[in-house]
C-alpha cells in the first residue's frame, strides 16, 4: 500500500483556488476595458497578454525567473522594501499559475462582453444608470457563461501548471509540490506507483472540471433555447 503525503493536493488545489480569483477578477475587469475601448496599441497589449498561451512553459518560467530573481527588476525591489524573496516559495507558485492560467481567461471574458450588442449598455447609461450599476445588472449577466467557462478553464490550467512553476519556485517538499511537480520528481526517484497515483488524482480532477463544463453549457444553451421559444 502506498504511504501518501497529500501536501501536493491540498497546496495544488490551494494555487490553482487563489490564482483562478485573481485571474477572474483581474481578467475580468481587463477584458471588459479593452472590449469597449480602441486605442493605439491595444493589439499589442492583447498579444502580451495571450502570449503565456503560446510560449513554452519554461521560457514563460525564465521570464518570470529575470524578473523576480535577486538581480531582476521585482526581485531586487521586494528585496530591499520588503526584504522578501519570491523565488522558492509558495507565493513563486502562485505567480506562475496566475500567468498561464490568465490569458485563458482573458479570452473567454473578451469574447463574453463581445458577444451582446453594446448598444444595450449605452440605452441604460442614457437612462442614467452609473457604469458599476450597468456592469453588475446588464454586462455581467450576459457576459456569465462565457465567463463561466473561463474560471473553469483557468482553475485546470493553475491546476496543472509545471514548467514555470519548476524554473521559479524549485522542487520543495510541502512548500512548492504541487501535483505536476511530484509526478516528475516521483518518476524521476523511479515510484512509478506514486507517479500513476498522482497523474490518476489530476486526471480525475482535469476531467471532473471539463466534465461539469460541458453539461452547465448544454444546460444553459437549453435553457435559452426554450425561452427563445416562448
Known sequence: MLDVNYSPLWLSLKTATIATVIVF???????????????????VIEAIILLPLVLPPTVVGFGLLY?????????????????????????????AAVVVSFPLMYQSASAAFKQFDENIENAAYTMGASKWKVFRTISFPLAWPGLLAGLVLSFARALGEFGATLMLAGYIPNVTDTIPLAIYFA???????????????????????????NWWSKRHMMRYTERRGK
Not at 524578473?67 to 507558485?93: C, H, I, M, P, T
Open 25 to 43: 477578477i483581474v481578467g475580468m475587469f481587463l477584458a471588459r476595458l479593452l472590449a469597449r475601448n480602441s486605442f493605439f496599441g491595444k493589439s
Open 67 to 95: 524578473l523576480f530573481g535577486k538581480n531582476g527588476f521585482l526581485g531586487r525591489l521586494l528585496l530591499d522594501l520588503f526584504e522578501f524573496q519570491v523565488v522558492f516559495s509558495w507565493y513563486a507558485v502562485i505567480i
Open 187 to 213: 518518476v524521476e526517484s523511479g515510484n512509478m506507483e506514486m507517479a500513476k497515483f498522482w497523474v490518476l488524482i489530476i486526471v480525475s480532477l482535469g476531467f471532473t472540471a471539463i466534465l461539469w463544463l
